[in-house]
């Protein structure tokens, strides 16, 4: 074992679709058209969310990380691997590919916590719309932005550190287009049970847990907007989650998709599907949030000029006769604001508006 270890590696051979340039091609040319969308549409979201007060709030907030998120995964293997299909020689230094491999990991960590954090906030504004504000400070929402970041990081490092102290014994070769751990993991001449082990253990606590809670976040909710009679009331209080749930049902179908589909004959397109998971599905959230929004954000209002505080206090009164018997009142002072996320003197968040922030009495 002592004599696999002499064997340094400096740098690795990213094979991609070795022997099929002609799809590289098309590949490259997808890619960087949906990598410009992705990049894009999520910077525009976390520009809007930052310059208009009215969406300064913890959906939007949240919102925000999620973009963030999906810009810094993308951009952290697919610029790369853009110039490794127009190359010949296609090698990754050694720190190169441990960061790649680190960053890629702690991203999708940090993204299936995200999710879940995002459903508790849609369960607490619509089943506990008079603690909303308590619930949801912007203080409390910082911490759990924090602490959701920090679990995918710290994550990544404990596989990191496992994953690089297996030796390799010289073999440099990886059979993907970017350093993915599994890939990275079969050049590893080393018992690598301790690895599957740990790694098992880590997607069930950070997926599937995850998955758990949401889930069971939407069962609440489902069960809050049963008990509202009237149908109009059911579709204002669904359309409230439905870009978040959207989100989670792409997010968790592609990648259920990805590892319980039959294993393919040609090892080459299972590398395909990855690379359309780690690219494509990204690129969708900001398309999700917009269509969502599309008919009454008073971001997209602002762009097309027209005054959204028209529109809001329209939609308030609208709603206001809809969850009377929740006791899900509305604000009408200009004066009350999210504590922490919009200072005195505007409109609280629109979307937000549709729940009441606790300490308010409706008319």
Known sequence: MAGANETAVTEYVLLGLHGHHNIEMVLFVLCLGIYSVNVLGNALLIGLNMLNPRLQCPMYFFLSNLSLLDICGTSSFVPFMLVNFLEAQRTISFPGCALQMYLTLALGSTECV???????????????????????????????????????????????????SLPFCGHHVINHFFCEILAVLKLACGDISLNALLLMVTVAVLSLAPLLLICMSYIFILNAILRVPSAAGWRKAFSTCSAHLTVVVVFYGTISFMYFKPKAKDPDLDKIIALFYGVVTPSLNPIIYSLRNAEHSPAQMLLLGRRPEARVAELLEDLATQFPQNGLHFLRNDAMSWEGFVSPGRNPCPQEGLHAPGGTAGP
């Open 114 to 164: 995200l999710l879940a954090v995002m459903a508790y906030d849609r369960y607490v504004a619509i089943c506990q719309p008079l603690r909303y504000p308590e619930l949801m400070s912007g203080q409390t929402c910082v911490r759990m932005a924090v602490l959701t970041w920090g679990t995918g990081f710290a994550n990544s490092l404990l596989q990191s550190i496992v994953t690089w």
